[in-house]
């Protein structure tokens, strides 16, 4: 069974940091490049970041350049995103996502929510 379970998100106050982790399973993580997409309340999915099989090639929306960071461990098949200096605009849902050709997984979703 394939499975991409996000975990990290949680409360933090603008300015904080937060670093989510979405743990892979069930499909040979390393033949899949890597994304970060999220929604935030009443509104469309948005494309955050995204890494390339190898962890050599990254890809940032320009909103989120400077301030997150995407990486990955291929021995523990897991995606991370690092966020610093969150803004309230930040608030989403944080889902990750793997493809590979034709073929395409997304997980639950973790929320962040940035708010003093």
């Known amino acids: 069974e394939v499975q991409l379970v996000e975990s990290g998100g949680g409360l933090v106050q603008p300015g904080g940091s937060l670093r989510l982790s979405c743990a892979a399973s069930?499909?040979?993580?390393?033949?899949?490049?890597m994304s970060w997409v999220r929604q935030a309340p009443g509104k469309g999915l948005e494309w955050v970041s995204a890494?390339?099989?190898?962890?050599?090639?990254?890809y940032y929306a320009e909103r989120m350049k400077g301030r997150f960071t995407i990486s990955r461990d291929n021995a523990k098949n897991t995606v991370y995103l690092q966020m610093n200096s969150l803004k309230p605009e930040d608030t989403a849902v944080y889902y990750c996502?793997?493809?590979?050709?034709?073929?395409?997984?997304w997980g639950q979703g973790t929320q962040v929510t940035v708010s003093s």
């Open positions: 890494i390339d099989w190898s962890g050599g090639n990254t």
């Open positions: 069930g499909f040979t993580f390393d033949d899949y490049a």
């Open positions: 996502h793997g493809a590979s050709g034709p073929m395409g997984y």
